[in-house]
Nanobody
Framework: VQLQASGGGLVQAGGSLRLSCAAS????????MGWFRQAPGKEREFVAV????????RYADSVKDRFTVSGSNTKNTVWLQMNNLKPEDTAVYYC??????WGSGSMYRGDGYTYWGQGTQVTVSS
């Protein structure tokens, strides 16, 4: 499994970005697709997850109502639409693929994912 994240950049507070995660093979069909982020000096944190096979999405409270995760089985791609961005959203964003049980606690942790992309930088200026 290979994951390629893209779409990061510099945006002003209140702006929007859409991140993409292009996956190899039938990854989006077979795995839960998570987004995580890591800010300088902070631990990696869960952002959102999309699961085609479970038919669901989940979000961290800090991004709920601002971010939307979606995916396409045919394009084998997952997106993270980020609206109303805040300076505290500044981080390197990673996409990941895992197959732990849907709804389990591990789905919200990095150790619940087996494959990781290289990350894309998102910087939100105030």
């Amino acid at each position: 499994v290979q994951l390629q994240a893209s779409g990061g950049g510099l945006v002003q507070a209140g702006g929007s970005l859409r991140l993409s995660c292009a996956a190899s093979g039938r990854t989006v069909v077979n795995y839960h697709m998570g987004w995580f982020r890591q800010a300088p000096g902070k631990e990696r944190e869960f952002v959102a997850v999309f699961s085609s096979r479970a038919g669901g999405t989940r979000y961290a409270d800090s991004v709920k109502d601002r971010f939307t995760v979606s995916g396409s089985n045919t394009k084998n791609t997952v997106w993270l639409q980020m609206n109303n961005l805040k300076p505290e959203d500044t981080a390197v964003y990673y996409c990941a693929a895992g197959n732990r049980p849907w709804g389990s606690g591990s789905m919200y942790r990095g150790d619940g994912y087996t494959y990781w992309g290289q990350g894309t930088q998102v910087t939100v200026s105030s």
